[in-house]
């Protein structure tokens, strides 16, 4: 677990800064992780099957925001209240779409900070491997997007979406996108587990990001809102997965590879910052 | 075996010869608490930036508002052995625990754990009410570190411990809470750890379950599995550990047998710290502003001749005497008496009330001895504490003594009594038979009344 191993059962505990010793933190890094796997499985299940037992309506709420969000912005387009450009695939089909994709990258942005919460009192009374909560989440992420697949299915076969086959690469620009929400979250979950303000923010950032991000009209061209757009690193990645799953062509190869590397980059970094973060942050939320 | 070491050389020398048998090192520990939330946090986020740069060297200093809640800890556990913790709330046991099973980082100082650790401190952590006692089972002990198969393996062994029977398959929620914490006990004991750490959960579950908890904890002793049990029940922690480590303020007090340990810690506890002079209790004198009006000045037994006793024997008469220094003339003046016996949690086993006993005084100003006469001391030998209060009318309290010990010897005949009865024997002759068989006879009638 923790600590600076010497020996196979033997643990140390000391004072230092954890960080001093890179070969042994990444040891202990690797070692957690694979020893995390079983029980972020049975976190995992334990929460699955909790909350759709005490949900009547189950999986429709996965459902639910993309189709009101869908019916909203397409009465709103249609009445031209809301003037969004040409999109590649049918507007309904489009907005339900990134929605989801939008609402799978917010899950796995506020996923690491709720979790932590959540555990907040198994965490202050048993050492088990930190990372297991924080994989639990990610497979509540991709558990919740394989039921959004269904919706997802469905739009393509109503809408008559012609499909080709890098398709198949779609999955990876979605696992990036997962790992970018992660990567934020996973850095802010320490401090937000101390301080309040953290999640409110975050609940405050979400709705202002998804004003910058392509999710209810297709990447402007122009303008300093152009901009801000681009410099999104969400930005690439959602497209991408919508380049790919509806077209085949990649509309921005290169930032979507800069911002791949942001994620998957930065998710370790925040792996890093939790590990060594976290002792401290469970010595003061205890009772 | 618990050794305290003075220095840090000598424990590094200790450390680059590790014993095969020793499974938990703690050496030098210190932790500090701060006493404000807000600045707790702050403390909080400013130790990760200091960790995450790479800052912290294990030398730090106490900033504003911060205590120790641990100094200087050092302790020694091998395989088998069973550690007593014991200390006044707030003395840092628990945070002690918690450095040992690696939830919190020590402030100086290092712990060595050899082996698995499994904390009997979060009975069904990660209990989720709305899943069913077998899910459960197999997330709390997921968490506790076993895998699935382990758990799968063990299964059986938990549910019939628990004695849960058919609820296995029902959502937590429907569970007594006696049933929980069984369930919870039972996950946790089964993990078979080599190190178990204790922290008041004996008290789980009723006296059929406790006996199975105790003999579960006795099989996995045999087996070499290391306890530290924390326990407020002196009882608990003589009948289980042979070593024990006193804590008080975050500071070892006194380490080593449990039975001195144990009494060190019911002393301070019961006299908080003040110390007798020979028998008399001398209490000093109060500055004019401090008293109420009448002050005891000392406390002492004697025996009917007027000499003053060091301790008691059950059956003689005595003499309590409490000598008092009246600064204005009182009345409804009466002495209340509480007699607490040391090995029994110092609950009282007599109680004394001036009041009670229509014995109230009018008190002139000036010095007086209130004499409580015993014919025959009916406390049987051991240990005491006596709390003196002295009230005028019920509720008014003129001055209090807490503690004043003492013990009572056995007089040679009080094998199995917990209290002297006076008596005396004697046979009586009787008139005649006749007298005799006749009463004999109405004894019949009246226990058989329907013959």
Redesign the interface.
């Known amino acids: 677990?923790?600590?600076r191993d010497r020996?196979p059962?033997?643990?140390?505990?000391?004072?230092?800064?954890?960080?001093?010793y890179p070969r042994q933190l990444w040891a202990d890094m690797k070692h957690d992780l694979l020893a995390s796997r079983?029980?972020a499985w049975?976190?995992m299940?334990?929460?699955i099957?909790?909350r759709y037992?005490?949900s009547f309506l189950g999986v429709f709420w996965a459902f639910v925001p993309p189709i009101v969000a869908a019916i909203g912005l397409t009465l709103a387009s249609n009445a031209e209240v809301l003037n969004v450009g040409e999109t590649s695939i049918p507007y309904p089909a489009y907005v339900m779409f990134s929605m989801a994709l939008w609402q799978t990258f917010v899950e796995a942005l506020n996923g690491p900070v709720q979790a932590v919460i959540a555990a907040k009192?198994?965490?202050?009374?048993?050492?088990?491997p930190r990372e297991a909560i924080i994989l639990s989440q990610i497979g509540q992420v991709g558990f919740n997007f394989g039921i959004k697949l269904v919706l997802i299915v469905a739009l393509f076969i109503i809408f008559r979406i012609p499909v080709s086959w890098p398709i198949i690469f779609a999955p990876i620009a979605l696992i990036h996108l997962i790992a970018l929400g992660t990567a934020f979250g996973l850095l802010l979950a320490?401090?937000g587990t101390?301080?309040e303000d953290v999640p409110r923010g975050l609940s405050l950032a979400v709705s202002a990001w998804l004003f910058i991000t392509p999710v209810i009209f297709p990447p402007p061209q122009t303008g300093l809102f152009a901009v801000l757009v681009q410099w999104n690193p969400v930005t690439p990645l959602l497209v991408t997965v919508r380049d790919l799953a509806t077209g085949g062509v990649m509309s921005q190869p290169l930032a979507f590879w800069i911002a791949s590397g942001v994620a998957v980059g930065g998710l370790f970094l925040s792996w890093v910052?939790y590990r060594?973060?976290m002792?401290?942050?469970?010595?003061?939320i205890?009772a | 075996m618990t050794y305290l070491y003075q220095d840090q050389d000598a424990a590094w020398d200790a450390d680059q010869s590790p014993d095969q048998d020793t499974v938990l090192t703690v050496q030098q520990v210190s932790k500090k608490f701060c006493r404000s939330l807000r600045r707790s946090l702050f403390y909080g986020v400013q130790d990760i930036a200091t960790e995450l740069i790479g800052g912290r060297t294990g030398q730090p200093d106490l900033r504003y508002q911060e205590f120790w809640a641990l100094q200087q800890v050092s302790l020694k556990l091998k395989r088998g052995e069973a550690l007593g913790l014991i200390g006044a709330n707030g003395s840092g046991k628990t945070t002690l625990l918690r450095i040992i099973s690696g939830l919190i980082k020590p402030d100086t100082g290092w712990v060595r754990v050899r082996g698995k650790i499994a904390p009997l401190i979060a009975l069904g952590a990660g209990f989720s009410p709305v899943l069913t006692g077998r899910e459960n089972i197999y997330a709390n002990m997921s968490i506790l570190g076993l895998s699935t198969q382990q758990i799968t393996q063990r299964f059986e062994q938990v549910v019939e411990f628990a004695e849960i029977g058919e609820a296995i398959d029902a959502p937590v929620y429907s569970y007594s809470s006696g049933m929980a914490a069984r369930l919870g006990f039972s996950c946790a004991i089964h993990t078979d750890p080599e190190i178990l750490l204790i922290d008041e959960v004996l008290a789980v579950g009723d006296i059929k379950f406790l006996a199975r908890c105790h003999r579960r904890l006795h099989q996995l002793r045999q087996n070499g599995t290391a306890f530290v049990l924390v326990s407020h029940n002196p009882q608990a922690i003589l009948s289980m550990c042979q070593q024990s480590v006193y804590l008080q303020k975050g500071i070892v007090r006194m380490a080593g047998e449990t039975e001195a340990v144990m009494a060190q810690y019911e002393e301070d506890l019961f006299l908080g710290g003040a110390r007798k002079v020979s028998s008399v209790l001398h209490l000093p004198p109060r500055p004019a502003c401090e008293s109420l009006g009448l002050d005891i000045a000392s406390i002492c037994f004697r025996n009917p001749a007027g000499e003053v006793l060091p301790d008691l024997t059950s059956g003689e008469p005595v003499v309590l005497c409490v000598r008092l220094q009246a600064h204005q003339s009182l009345s409804q003046v009466n002495l209340r008496l509480s007699f607490m016996e040391m090995s029994k949690d110092g609950q009282t086993t007599l109680y004394l009330g001036g009041s009670n006993d229509k014995e109230v005084f009018q008190v002139a100003a000036g010095w007086h001895e209130l004499q409580v006469e015993f014919p025959y001391l009916g406390l049987a030998p051991g240990a005491y504490l006596l709390r003196v209060d002295i009230r005028r009318e019920a509720l008014f309290i003129l001055d209090i003594v807490e503690s004043f010990s003492f013990t009572v010897q056995s007089n040679g005949r009080m094998s199995k009594s917990s209290f002297y009865q006076p008596r005396s024997w004697r046979l009586v002759p009787q008139p005649d038979r006749l007298d005799q068989e006749r009463s004999a006879s109405d004894i019949l009638n009246y226990t058989h009344p329907n013959i």
């Open positions: 677990m923790t600590g020996h059962s033997e643990t140390l505990y000391t004072p230092e800064s954890r960080i001093r079983d029980l049975r976190l299940v334990r929460d099957s909790a037992r005490q009192p198994m965490l202050a009374r048993i050492n088990f320490p401090i101390l301080y910052v060594i973060a002792p401290f942050v469970i010595e003061r205890s």
